[in-house]
């Protein structure tokens, strides 16, 4: 079993900055690929991001390329979705997801998911 609990969220203004981090435990937490996804209300969970387990390689979707960034620390078992030039349409709840494989993350499945938490960019 992998527990992710996520922090980070919190109302901000369209252009700002904001960091999310997710943190992992249990057994071998630290060989999980990672990602990221988000959900609006109405609408499906959507892939964000993801990174494999050693956060080498990372992957995103297209609609945030060159403004958020994926890294993992393995010592501190934690993920982190850096978020910069936020837009109103970024406006989601954020879920922090694990899997043995980066694959079936990018194919917007996983094994662990966390509770998610909200970010509300205002106009």
């Known amino acids: 079993q992998v527990q992710l609990v996520e922090s980070g969220g919190g109302l901000v203004q369209a252009g700002d900055s904001l960091r999310l981090y997710c943190a992992a435990s249990?057994?071998?937490?630290?060989?999980?690929?990672m990602g990221w996804f988000r959900q609006a209300p109405g609408q499906e969970r959507a892939f964000v991001a993801a990174?494999?387990?050693?956060?080498?390689?990372?992957n995103y979707a297209d609609s945030v390329k060159g403004r958020i960034t994926i890294s993992k620390d393995n010592a501190k078992n934690t993920v982190y979705l850096q978020m910069n030039n936020l837009k109103p349409k970024d406006t989601c709840v954020y879920y922090c997801?694990?899997?043995?494989?980066?694959?079936?993350?990018?194919?917007?499945?996983?094994?662990?998911w966390g509770q998610g938490t909200q970010v509300t960019v205002s106009p």
């Open positions: 249990g057994r071998t937490s630290s060989t999980y690929a």
């Open positions: 997801a694990a899997h043995g494989r980066e694959q079936t993350l990018l194919d917007g499945r996983s094994q662990y």
């Open positions: 990174t494999d387990w050693i956060g080498r390689n990372t």
